[in-house]
């Protein structure tokens, strides 16, 4: 099945400054690559996903790139503002096969220090 | 329109006790999912399905069982609780529409087994 691996597991940056997060994935036939944000105590909620016919997306301070022949893909904050502390997760499935099979990486603690 | 509808929020269940995770949405979703999350593990797969009457088996699905008798309701049971199932539960749904493909999350239960 499916195996998803996120780094780092924490990440702590200024205010201002650039995050990246970083999954790797192992079922070639996974084409769908979202990404959630989970602040304390809450449901994680959708930021921004790709699928696997573009290499990237962005959406204003966001943005998701994807390497299908590397097997990964990466999350990009630009100018961090504390509200973005939170925890992040990476997850891949394979629309049109096992729907519905999201596999979920451990998550990134990321802090924004003002 | 309410999306995804847990129930209950929290509940304390003793060692060997049954109990039903409710899971309801609104949104005529063809998929729905069950997580568990534990601190540091991410979110990992229960049980899914892709419609009513179809059900599969996740990442950890022992110790649960599920059934998909309607698209709206997606009930996950604990059949014998065991502290190991003290999680917090996440119920996820999509529509089927690869344009529409993305999970919402419902709020989850606390669930702690003594």
């Known amino acids: 099945g499916e195996n998803v691996e996120q780094h780092p597991s924490t990440l702590s940056v200024q205010e201002g400054d650039s995050a990246v997060i970083k999954c790797t994935y192992s079922d070639s036939a996974s084409n769908y690559f979202p990404w959630y944000k989970q602040e304390l105590g809450k449901r994680p909620q959708l930021i921004i996903d790709i699928r696997s016919n573009v290499g990237e997306k962005k959406d204003q301070r966001i943005a998701v790139t994807l390497n299908k022949t590397a097997k990964h893909f990466s999350l990009h904050i630009t100018e961090t503002q504390p509200e973005d502390s939170a925890v992040y997760f990476c997850?891949?499935?394979?629309?049109?096969?096992?729907?519905?099979?999201?596999?979920f990486g451990k998550g990134t603690k990321l802090s924004v220090k003002p | 329109n309410a999306g995804v509808t847990q129930t209950p929020k929290f509940q304390v269940l003793k060692t060997g006790q049954s109990m039903t995770l409710q899971c309801a949405q609104d949104?005529?979703?063809?998929?729905m999912s069950w997580y568990r999350q534990d601190p540091g593990m991410g979110l990992r797969l229960i049980h899914y399905s892709v419609g009513a009457g179809i059900t599969d088996q996740g990442e950890v699905p022992n110790g649960y069982n599920v059934s998909r008798s309607t698209t709206e309701d997606f009930p996950l049971r604990l059949l014998s609780a065991a502290p190991s199932q003290t999680s917090v539960y996440f119920c996820?749904?999509?529509?089927?529409?690869?344009?529409?493909?993305?999970?919402?999350f419902g709020s989850g239960t606390r669930l702690t087994v003594v």
């Open positions: 996820a749904s999509s529509s089927s529409g690869w344009a529409n493909y993305g999970y919402t």
């Open positions: 949104m005529n979703h063809e998929y």
């Open positions: 997850a891949a499935g394979n629309y049109g096969g096992s729907q519905g099979n999201l596999i």
